[in-house]
């Protein structure tokens, strides 16, 4: 089993990463090999609607994210992790999410291999977890539709603000913890 964290958040030590280190290490104590990708790390672009993905099982582009497209291929399960700055998922999240065009075919079916699990994370400073009801369902239709990915759950940590202060809500952390040990149960 393989399971990658994306984080779209350019704190490495922020909210959204600590709730997705959680779900990691509790994939891994249930045996996953795990790793980490941090968007704000990495060198990419967004589409460039060229349509070489259409003709071709890959992007032109030949980036940092190249790499992650074949992780993704690989990967069994797939946390995708953003904050929400301003009603929507941070740009990081929103340039990667731009380039996922390559991984559906002409007709829109997912050219990833069926059965990956995924998990959604976000951390918003409202304090109220459905504010931004609406961009979760979206994210979780996308990659369901698009992807053909079984979304496990979707943890928000809302009303935080400073990094890190997540990790003192025991509750979302014990409950990030079993998202992962239960992953593929």
């Known amino acids: 089993m393989r399971v990658i964290g994306i984080v779209g958040s350019p704190r490495k030590n922020g909210n959204t990463n600590t709730v997705v280190q959680q779900i990691l290490e509790g994939a891994a104590e249930a045996g996953a ?3 980490t990708f ?4 990495m060198n990419y672009r967004g589409c ?6 259409k003709s071709h099982e890959k992007c032109k582009l030949e980036d940092d994210l190249a790499e992650l497209f074949d992780e993704i ?6 946390v995708f992790g953003s904050p929400i700055y301003f ?8 340039l990667f999410l731009d380039r996922c065009y390559s991984l559906i075919n002409r007709d829109f079916s997912p050219r990833l291999p069926a059965g990956k699990k995924a998990v959604v994370v976000g951390a918003q400073g409202i304090p109220d977890p459905t ?3 609406g961009v979760y369902g979206e994210f979780e239709g996308q990659i369901s539709q698009f992807a053909g990915m079984d979304v496990k759950d979707t943890l928000v940590a809302a009303g935080y603000h400073a990094p890190g202060e997540v990790k003192d809500n025991a509750e979302l952390m014990l409950k990030a913890k079993n998202t992962g040990l239960n992953l593929f149960k």
């Open 87 to 94: 009603g929507q998922f941070s740009g990081q999240m929103r």
């Open 131 to 133: 504010a931004f009801k």
């Open 33 to 35: 090999e795990t790793s």
């Open 73 to 78: 291929a690989k990967a069994d399960g797939i």
């Open 48 to 53: 460039q609607a060229c349509d070489y993905c």
């Open 38 to 41: 941090l968007l704000n790390e």
